[in-house]
């Protein structure tokens, strides 16, 4: 079987990039928030079960879709099942990335933004309301909010245009051990507050008594988008793979990978929330409006925050790479003459498609569809749509679409107890999974009431 042009040099580099698509806003922006108005420690736990038991398979299904066909995210599945229709998936999870990063690459813009405040020290002397202000005034200003924009999604578009191995590859190998170096900063300084242990205990002591079926399958939908499956970016990514690699154990690798970076957020975050007794419930904005307040009031709170939104940034550009990538590569088609052209073009239209969501918080706050502003409906869209259904879909495909010894060969491929793992992954990926998904997206959608 010819392979594409394109290949990971190192196992290590595809490891730290895809960890990198995968712990982006959804592990740092989106989970902490998600404990804060879930209960805590009861959702933590029922996230890493979940994580483990759904996401995991779901995971390794794309990398065999991937590393067993060798091509891109829509080409994998013609491959596999010519003829037919399946290749939607694919086309599923490029419009899926596309709307994905057009309000992605806002809270990108953001996060820079709030960088050059912090450098010009304007994020600092405040009461907590007077950041609440703040912030809502940046993201309300339609200049800043497309600039900061523009350049997020710049960045996105230099380092995809370079490819696998000069691009995203070396970007992943800088960038992940530096987000954990940053997070390691910000834990200690957290933990040597005073008054951390009620932030410890909330975020890390499952109290069952005030849990309910929406928590349960908030806690699922987290598990989804925090890993980044049912896009099939990890098709694409996976199809860079060799047959030497072991695909069980880099899929376990980067799945504890995710949990662990979850687990340094919530860390960083709580204990330092609790401490100055502010309010862990803040949403979405609790990075944005809460931890400059509480990095104000610690010494050398400015250098500390400054940090944290390096690592903020690195972790969403990761993610943005990953997004970008499996457009690029469905476009091209392994042609690298063509990747710098079609990196340009595709990346300047997500950064027009998203300009209404730039503007959401500003001259289109009033503009609303199905009651929420542009932002929102991408966001909700995304998150409790588009990927359950991709998600679903690649489970079934597996399940029941692909040749059995396709499957077992792929997963036993590079590792001596691929075969003693299939039957349980087989069982889990063609009826556990699907009925799972099933149970969130018929809640999320209405139909079903738990």
């Not at 990198?20 to 890493?48: D, E, H, N, R």
């Not at 925090?226 to 896009?231: A, E, F, L, P």
């Not at 030497?244 to 957020?265: G, H, R, T, W, Y």
């Not at 340009?344 to 929420?372: M, R």
């Amino acid at each position: 079987m010819k392979q594409q042009q394109e290949q990971w040099s190192s196992k290590l580099g595809f490891i730290l990039a895809t960890a990198g698509s995968a712990i982006g806003l959804g592990a740092i922006w989106k989970f902490p928030y998600m404990v804060g108005v879930s209960g805590g420690g009861a959702f933590f736990f029922i996230f890493i079960i979940f994580t483990l038991f759904i996401g995991l398979p779901i995971l390794l299904a794309e990398f065999i879709i991937g590393r067993g066909s060798q091509k891109n995210a829509v080409s994998a599945y013609t491959f596999f099942a010519p003829r037919t229709n399946w290749h939607f998936i694919g086309m599923l999870g490029m419009i899926t990335c596309f709307i994905l990063l057009s309000f992605y690459s806002v809270v990108g813009g953001w996060i820079l933004l709030y960088m050059y405040e912090t450098l010009m020290g304007n994020l600092s002397g405040l009461s907590e309301g007077q950041y609440d202000v703040l912030f809502n005034d940046f993201i309300a200003d339609p200049f800043f909010a497309i600039f900061a924009q523009l350049l997020f999604m710049v960045i996105t578009i230099v380092v995809v245009a370079k490819g696998v191995q000069k691009g995203i590859e070396r970007a992943g190998k800088i960038m992940m051990p530096t987000l954990f170096i940053a997070f390691i900063i910000l834990i200690i300084r957290s933990l040597t507050l005073d008054n951390v242990s009620e932030g410890l205990h909330f975020f890390l002591y499952p109290d069952f008594s005030n849990l309910n079926s929406k928590t349960i399958l908030f806690a699922l939908g987290q598990s989804f988008f925090s890993i980044s499956v049912g896009v099939s970016v990890m098709v694409t990514y996976s199809s860079y793979l060799s047959k030497s690699e072991d695909l069980p154990k880099s899929a376990f690798s980067i799945v504890m990978m995710n949990i662990f970076i979850s687990l340094l957020a919530g860390l960083a975050i709580f204990p330092a929330v609790f401490s100055f007794g502010l309010e862990p419930a803040e949403g979405p904005g609790l990075l944005f409006v809460v931890l400059p307040a509480v990095f104000d009031q610690i010494p050398f709170g400015t250098i500390f925050l400054f940090i944290f939104l390096i690592l903020f940034l690195f972790a969403t550009l990761t993610s943005a790479f990953s997004m970008l990538e499996i457009l690029v590569a469905a476009i091209t088609k392994g042609k690298r003459e063509k990747r710098a052209k079609v990196s340009w073009v595709v990346g300047i239209l997500i950064l027009i498609a998203g300009i209404p969501a730039a503007l959401s918080y500003g001259v289109l706050s009033d503009f609303t569809i199905f009651n929420k502003t542009m932002f929102d409906l991408s966001d909700y869209l995304v998150s409790n749509i588009l990927m359950p259904i991709g998600a679903l879909l690649i489970a079934l495909f597996v399940g029941f679409k692909m040749p059995r010894t396709v499957l077992l060969e792929e997963i036993s491929a590079g590792t001596t107890y691929g075969k003693k793992i299939f039957a349980i992954w087989f069982l889990m990926i063609k009826y556990i999974v699907p009925i799972a998904i099933i149970f969130v997206f018929l809640d999320v959608i209405g139909v079903l009431k738990l």
